[in-house]
């Protein structure tokens, strides 16, 4: 065996992407209405960054009692007590609200707990109030809205109107479906998880200006071939890079994954399925929207990439 192991990758790929988008499209179709379907029925899993609360870190001898810790929380005062333990040396995540979910409120309730619970460590609180809360959730979708509309006037400043449009409708679509399995997942929804997003549409809309710039390159050489050919080849010719990238930012996260604990789970979740998604629609999405609405080819030569230390 070689090694490294892309040594082994083909040089060359003959796969007929064209081939395949209609299929495609009825599986993103079927995709998009099963995660408004499931975002309209039970939502997002809020986290107490969009609706207020306390979120406090304990550690325990031995594991968790769950069960204690929750009927000691209501006792004490919480109201919507969930308990989560995690790791495996007695650490646990108590989130819950408190009348007025002010701090004084939360500091109440730490010290029953600690009173009812004497080997209690308690080792984090945040407190989020309510105002503060609806803030974050509106700023955290304009923010996501505000980068589509940059990202559209980028793209069409760079390319055509049409590759913006294909560009944005496939980062919406990767939006759509990572937000419809956060809300089937019931994972929690905080502000790490709008910047998860922000991420997700970053590497998205990277992946499809590099996908962009081979097709634009390729209807600069192959001017007469039809452009379901051209995509063809454009996709196949940077195929490799695409499975290395995509494995490497995919390799780098798996850690975090599985051995971040549940804080750093729904964040490293969240990329790991944008990475996918987006690889995916910058093939499925974006470019048969570019086939279906055709592109304007201007008469320019192509301008063949040099070597690196190349001089003019």
């Given at each position: 065996m070689k090694w490294p192991l892309i040594r082994n990758l083909p040089r060359e790929?003959?796969?007929?992407?064209?081939?395949?988008?209609?299929?495609?499209?009825?599986?993103?179709?079927?995709?998009?209405?099963?995660?408004?379907?499931s975002f309209f029925t039970q939502g997002l899993n809020l986290g107490i960054d969009f609706v207020g609360g306390t979120l406090m870190e304990v550690q325990t001898k031995g594991p968790a009692p769950i069960a204690q810790l929750r009927q000691a929380l209501v006792a004490a005062g919480g109201h919507d007590a969930q308990v989560q333990a995690y790791g495996d040396e007695g650490g646990a995540m108590l989130r819950f609200r408190t009348e007025g979910g002010s701090i004084a409120a939360a500091d109440q309730v730490k010290k029953q707990l600690q009173a009812d619970l004497p080997t209690l460590a308690i080792k984090r609180v945040e407190v989020v109030g309510p105002k503060v809360s609806g803030e974050l959730m509106k700023s955290g979708f304009l923010a996501l809205g505000v980068a589509l509309l940059l990202m559209l006037a980028y793209?069409?400043?760079?390319?055509?109107?049409?590759?913006?449009?294909?560009?944005?409708?496939?980062?919406?679509?990767?939006?759509?479906?990572?937000?419809?399995?956060?809300?089937f997942t019931h994972l929690e929804f905080s502000m790490t998880s709008i910047a998860a997003l922000l991420t997700v549409?970053?590497?998205?809309?990277n992946e499809k200006v590099i996908t962009f710039d081979r097709l634009r390159e390729n209807l600069r050489k192959y001017k007469t071939a039809p452009l379901a050919e051209v995509i063809n080849r454009s996709e196949n010719e940077r195929l490799s890079r695409t499975l290395i990238t995509g494995t490497t930012a995919i390799l780098a996260l798996a850690g975090a994954l599985f051995f971040g604990g549940p804080v750093l789970?729904?964040?490293?979740?969240?990329?790991?399925?944008?990475?996918?998604?987006?690889?995916?629609?910058?093939?499925?999405?974006?470019?048969?929207?570019i086939l279906l609405w055709g592109v304007k080819r201007g008469d320019e030569p192509a301008e063949p990439l040099k070597p690196a230390g190349a001089r003019g």
């Open positions: 790929f003959h796969f007929n992407f064209v081939r395949f988008a209609p299929f495609a499209a009825v599986i993103s179709a079927i995709a998009i209405i099963a995660s408004g379907a793209i069409w400043f760079r390319f055509q109107l049409q590759f913006g449009l294909g560009a944005v409708a496939a980062v919406l679509h990767d939006v759509l479906l990572t937000l419809g399995l956060l809300s549409i970053g590497y998205s809309m789970y729904p964040l490293v979740f969240t990329m790991v399925f944008g990475i996918v998604i987006g690889t995916y629609s910058s093939i499925y999405v974006a470019l048969p929207i």
